[in-house]
């Protein structure tokens, strides 16, 4: 129950802060602390406002952490850099971004 109660926490400010055009911290989605983002914590956090399918937020996660299958640190500096350059460039038919 408290991981639920986390995870949810987590997706909403996750959600909030992308409303408000702020960048998503990784300490934000990594909501055990353990110092890497699980594909249950990037993919609450990525369909938490409802915009972005399961489908798409699991594909998003696998080509982010790569074989190891969990997103460290080091992982979500580089898609920040990648994708977040890009984010101006993606958007969705309300205008919003998709990264």
Do not use: C, P
């Not at 995870?7 to 909403?12: E, G, H, N, Q």
């Amino acid at each position: 129950m408290i991981r639920v109660t986390l995870i949810s926490a987590a997706a909403l400010v996750g959600a909030m802060g992308a409303q408000a055009g702020e960048k998503v911290t990784f300490a934000e989605v990594d909501t055990n602390a353990d110092g890497f983002i699980s594909a249950t914590e990037f993919i609450a956090h990525k369909t938490a406002d409802g915009k972005v399918t399961e489908e798409k937020a699991s594909a998003k996660f696998e080509s982010i952490a790569g074989m190891d299958g969990q997103i460290s640190e080091e992982d979500w500096d580089a898609a920040m850099e990648e994708y977040g350059d890009k984010k101006e460039d993606k958007t969705d038919a309300t205008g919003e971004t998709t990264w």
